[in-house]
């Protein structure tokens, strides 16, 4: 189980000898446990919304196509079950979409409520069904009111605002260092964007290929976190916030390395992470990283709104002296040094250590001083705290 900025996500492989299989079990497991997921993962929809009316600024309530599963006696009670289960699992989902990650932990008393007195429609996308075994794709709508009132009751913060729609534009590298290329990402990378829920979302996308006029030297630029580059990009492609979400295959390193950057409605972004292919597997490793991706660009508006009603604020740093950061590592020695240090450090308290991968871990501490005043206390251990454009990043500074 995993968490990440505004999304939470679970994924179980199939047998390594059969993908088909590996590749359903992991769209289950990330439809079925996170905000939205690869995820949750995964995220709470993975197709645009179709066929169901939503109301104007309930479009954030509807968590679409979301998988379900159940066997039972009969086909008539593995229906029910599968209904009954996947709507609990939705209201899951939904939850984890609108509450900031930093405040997950109060939703875990919430876990008892019965979904069925929150949800406003159902609507089958797909299904089918044997004498034992019910399996569909449906969307889940529920009531706005319903759950506004359930979160203000219970003292959660959350955002129901959508961000403006932004442009993602895939992209892969290949080649050896110093000699990179950069093209228009097609195949998997291409995919897993189109498959994600991009309207429901409190981050709607519009997937753009890369286009001709945006030569390599932009692109790098764009990596580097040249701002100026990003006149070109909104200027290409007539939209005020444009994201290149960079994919690279290491083969020898057997990772897959995706690089977000770009601005959207909270600022500049320069956002890295790796992540393991396992068994080969590069196609699932991008669905893991598309919804990862997806989640950040979540919980970057999230903490912008929260700041914005709170007055401002820098970062990640929230009311209260909150850190969300992302600490990066080269092995699991370094990674279990940066986290002693990170436990031991004086002041800090309420630690909390989301999504680990092989190179990056998600963490949220509270510290009186705030991020810059962490980033201070840190730089005295020789370590690193810096803003990323809004995403903030601890390493060690040797």
């Avoid at 968590?63 to 939705?90: F, I, L, S």
């Avoid at 897993?192 to 001709?212: A, C, F, Q, S």
């Avoid at 850190?323 to 002041?347: C, K, T, Y």
Wanted: proline share 4%.
């Amino acid at each position: 189980m995993c968490t990440g900025d505004g999304a939470s996500y679970q994924l179980e492989r199939g047998s390594a000898t059969d993908k088909g299989v590996a590749r359903y079990e992991m769209r289950w497991k990330v439809n079925l446990t996170a905000r939205p997921l690869i995820l949750p993962l995964v995220l709470a929809g993975v197709l645009a919304l179709s066929g169901v009316a939503v109301a104007a600024g309930g479009k954030v309530y509807t968590v679409a196509n979301y998988p379900v599963e159940a066997t039972a006696k009969d086909a008539v009670a593995a229906k029910e079950k599968a209904h009954a289960d996947g709507q609990q699992a939705a209201l899951g989902a939904l939850l984890k979409r609108l509450v900031p990650v930093t405040a997950y932990n109060r939703l875990d008393h919430l876990k008892s409520v019965r979904a069925a007195n929150f949800i406003d429609g159902v609507a089958v996308r797909s299904e089918t069904n044997s004498r034992t075994q019910y399996i569909a794709s449906l969307d889940f709508s529920f009531q706005p009111d319903a759950v506004r009132d359930l979160l203000h009751r219970e003292g959660v913060p959350f955002v129901e605002e959508q961000a403006p729609r932004m442009v993602l534009v895939p992209v892969t590298a290949e080649g050896a260092e110093g000699a990179v290329r950069y093209s228009a990402a097609s195949g998997p990378w291409a995919q897993v964007w189109k498959g994600l829920d991009l309207d429901n979302t409190l981050t709607p996308l519009r997937i753009e290929p890369l286009l001709p006029v945006i030569h390599q030297d932009a692109v790098v630029a764009a990596l580097n976190g040249d701002d100026a580059v990003e006149r070109i990009l909104t200027g290409e492609y007539k939209a005020d916030f444009v994201l290149l979400a960079v994919a690279e295959v290491d083969k020898a390193g057997g990772t897959l390395n995706v690089t977000l950057a770009g601005i959207d409605p909270a600022g500049l972004v320069s956002w890295r992470r790796a992540y393991r292919i396992a068994d080969g597997d590069v196609g699932y490793a991008m669905e893991l990283a598309a919804v990862v991706t997806q989640g950040v660009l979540e919980g970057r508006w999230k903490v912008a709104k929260a700041e914005e009603g709170q007055g401002g604020g820098g970062g990640f740093a929230g009311g209260g002296g909150e850190v969300h950061r992302a600490v990066e590592f080269s092995s699991l020695g370094e990674w279990n040094d940066l986290r002693g240090q990170i436990l031991d450090m004086p002041g800090i308290d309420d630690v909390r250590i989301g999504a680990v991968s092989a190179r990056s871990a998600e963490v949220s501490v509270r510290y009186p001083g705030g991020a810059q005043g962490l980033a201070a206390a840190f730089a005295q251990r020789g370590l690193v705290l810096s803003d990323g454009g809004g995403f903030w990043t601890l390493r060690s500074g040797y």
